[in-house]
């Protein structure tokens, strides 16, 4: 069975999970858990982000690497055009998605906890004690925006990714206001990219991830309930709807007596 050592949070691993279940590939989740050590997936595929897909012997690296891989390998509902033109946009839009869609996205999400005390606690587990949560919600903003600003999140670079978010969700409303999806008449590398690493601006409603429940459905405010890119979220419900399974248990590999347990984000 395919492995895809991830994690749970990661907008480029919901990439490869769209692609994985719009393919009807059966596959396990490992979850990497962050911050204990980064020895098991460096010596699994050489390098330390997720996503990471182990397919028998091979190992791949890199949410679009992974793509390509699967589209080859498993050749049953492409996700490339073969079209040569059709084919050179679709992999111009995932470029621009993992870069600006991906990168943007986690900013501005990030920007939203520390300015919305509300956002901030719906990604608590139910399971955190209310006085911690409380704890959590009464942060001061200005001790965030400080952390924020060491960690290249601060003020500046968050209404910078704000306005390219605000930018980018108006393309992709209009480019979707007269066609099923982005580049044919069925879903492509493109589209999957794009609902995937729209993740951190609205989380998806429904059972299709395992995060707190007061999460789902939830974004950054101005964003994800902004009426005039309602067509745009319509369209990332139905492709959902369409072809997202529910969430699989997180498992490890059979027969393994150890798992990768740090990552950074790609």
């Not at 004690?129 to 009464?138: A, K, N």
Request: proline residues 8%; aromatic residues 10%.
């Amino acid at each position: 069975m395919l492995e895809l050592y991830q994690f749970e949070l990661s907008h480029y691993c919901e990439k490869i999970r769209l692609i994985l279940d719009y393919k009807g590939l059966p596959y396990r989740k490992v979850e990497v858990t962050p911050g204990l050590g980064q020895l098991d997936i460096y010596r699994l595929s050489g390098q330390r982000q997720v996503p990471v897909l182990k397919d028998g012997a091979e190992v791949i690296a890199d949410s679009t690497a992974i793509a390509l891989y699967l589209d080859q390998k498993y050749p049953d509902r492409p996700i490339l055009p073969s079209e040569p033109k059709q084919r050179a946009l679709c992999l111009l839009m995932e470029e621009w998605a993992d870069e600006s869609i991906g990168l943007n996205g986690r900013k501005v999400m990030l920007g939203a906890f520390s300015q919305n005390p509300d956002f901030r606690a719906a990604a608590l587990p139910s399971s955190v004690p209310s006085f911690l949560r409380s704890l959590v919600e009464s942060v001061p903003r200005e001790a965030l925006d400080l952390l924020g600003t060491g960690a290249g999140f601060g003020s500046d670079a968050v209404k910078s990714a704000r306005k390219a978010m605000e930018q980018n969700l108006e393309a992709l409303t209009t480019l979707l206001s007269d066609s099923p999806y982005l580049i044919t008449d069925h879903p492509t590398l493109a589209d999957f990219a794009v609902a995937g690493l729209t993740m951190y601006v609205k989380f998806p409603a429904g059972l299709y991830l395992q995060i707190p429940d007061t999460l789902k459905g939830k974004g950054v405010p101005g964003l994800a309930d902004n009426l005039a890119y309602l067509p745009f979220w319509e369209w990332r419900d139905r492709l959902y709807a369409d072809y997202r399974q529910t969430s699989i248990p997180v498992g490890t590999p059979s027969g393994s007596t150890s798992r990768p347990t740090s990552i950074d984000i790609e």
